[in-house]
């Protein structure tokens, strides 16, 4: 096999005054048939943000047939059988936020969408409106952060992303994988 892509996964960090770390999106091309494993995290359950900050975005796997299907596959999972010319994207989470996403300089916004690490439809997380190039409208992101301001409520110590309901219902759409089944324990029975 042969790596065709070693990227930061822009966005994927999730805002915050200290920006989660980003998640890599690497592509392998297979150049003989066989079988792979993956083992990762985070597909279900977002990467939880702390003291104000937002949830990190899922891992995704992906595996693009050489006829150009493709098929999401899970990150634990075992004996996925590969032919040549397919490719895997083996796309990881993105860590959660720390801090206020409001309070981080609108500057160092502008800088990271220079470099990749935030777009500038991300960067309306932190309440900035910049273009491709990183420069930032001013008058717009003082107007777009005091409506946030004024909309939202306190932040949490942690934010977990949507509730556990909220991902088994949605994670179908969001994922392309069927939500974890939850174990029942059965309770032994009474020793008479």
């Known amino acids: 096999m042969v790596i065709e892509r070693y990227d930061t996964a822009p966005d994927s960090g999730g805002a915050g005054l200290h920006r989660g770390g980003n998640g890599i999106h690497m592509t392998y091309r297979f150049l003989e048939s066989g079988t792979i494993s993956i083992h990762d995290d985070r597909w279900f359950v977002p990467p939880w943000g702390v003291n104000g900050g937002l949830p990190g975005q899922r891992a995704r796997k992906i595996l693009e047939k050489a006829g150009g299907e493709q098929i999401i596959i899970g990150n634990k999972v075992e004996d996925v059988g590969v032919e040549a010319g397919d490719q895997l994207h083996f796309i990881t989470w993105g860590g959660g936020g720390w801090g206020d996403p409001l309070e981080r300089d609108p500057g160092l ?4 969408i220079v470099q990749g690490l935030v777009t500038p439809a991300g960067a309306r997380a932190y309440g900035v409106i910049a273009n491709d190039d990183g420069h ?5 992101t003082a107007a777009l952060r005091a409506q946030m301001r004024a909309s939202r409520g306190a932040l949490p110590r942690f934010n977990y992303g949507p509730g556990i309901d909220a991902l088994r219902a949605n994670c179908l759409a969001e994922t392309g994988l069927p939500a974890p089944i939850q174990p029942e324990w059965a309770l032994p029975a009474a020793a008479e």
């Not at 916004?109 to 990271?112: F, S």
């Not at 930032?136 to 717009?140: H, P, Q, R």
């Open 109 to 112: 916004v502008g800088k990271e």
């Open 136 to 140: 930032i409208d001013v008058a717009a």
